[in-house]
């Protein structure tokens, strides 16, 4: 079974889930989703995507998905948009900052986001999980 028990791995996958889809989905996506209700769209044009359907599809990725990785719906799949929005985040929005700042718009969080979605994608969903509780893991 590897270094680890299966209830460890479990753990491991709720910690994982919880922590980042919580902060995703709370810290990050509903401010955009609020934004985007209240008309206020400030967003950057990526990819020759105009600034509205950029925040809708980040709304998606950071609110949607990181509730999904949160209660452990769908957890891979669900992790996938986030480790995409986590990589255009770091190496296009923040293509000229910084990977550390005491203070200033960095690389970093981005990055540790995208590591931490790496985590819940290759982790799954766990014994705690909807999935789980569905008999979908």
Same mark, same amino acid.
């Given at each position: 079974?590897?270094?680890?028990?299966?209830?460890?791995?479990?753990?491991?996958?709720?910690?994982?889930?919880?922590?980042?889809?919580?902060?995703? *989905? !709370?810290?990050?996506?509903? /401010?955009?989703?609020?934004?985007?209700?209240? %008309?206020?769209?400030?967003?950057? #044009? $990526? =990819?020759?995507?105009?600034?509205?359907?950029?925040?809708?599809?980040?709304?998606?990725?950071?609110?949607?998905?990181?509730?999904?990785?949160?209660?452990?719906?769908?957890?891979?799949?669900?992790?996938?948009?986030?480790?995409?929005?986590?990589?255009?985040? *770091? !190496?296009?929005?923040?293509? /000229?900052?910084?990977?550390?700042?005491?203070? %200033?718009?960095?690389?970093?969080? #981005? $990055? =540790?986001?995208?590591?931490?979605?790496?985590?819940?994608?290759?982790?799954?969903?766990?014994?705690?999980?909807?999935?789980?509780?569905?008999?979908?893991?």
């Amino acid at each position: 079974m590897g270094i680890f028990k299966k209830s460890e791995k479990d753990l491991a996958a709720l910690i994982l889930r919880v922590g980042f889809g919580f902060f995703m *989905a !709370f810290g990050h996506g509903l /401010g955009k989703l609020q934004m985007l209700l209240a %008309g206020n769209i400030q967003f950057p #044009a $990526l =990819l020759g995507i105009s600034p509205t359907i950029n925040l809708i599809l980040a709304i998606l990725a950071e609110f949607v998905a990181g509730i999904m990785v949160m209660i452990g719906l769908r957890t891979r799949l669900a992790s996938i948009p986030l480790m995409i929005t986590m990589a255009v985040a *770091a !190496f296009m929005v923040h293509a /000229g900052d910084p990977l550390f700042s005491s203070g %200033g718009a960095s690389k970093e969080f #981005a $990055l =540790l986001y995208l590591i931490g979605f790496a985590g819940t994608f290759f982790l799954g969903s766990g014994r705690f999980s909807v999935d789980a509780i569905a008999g979908k893991r």
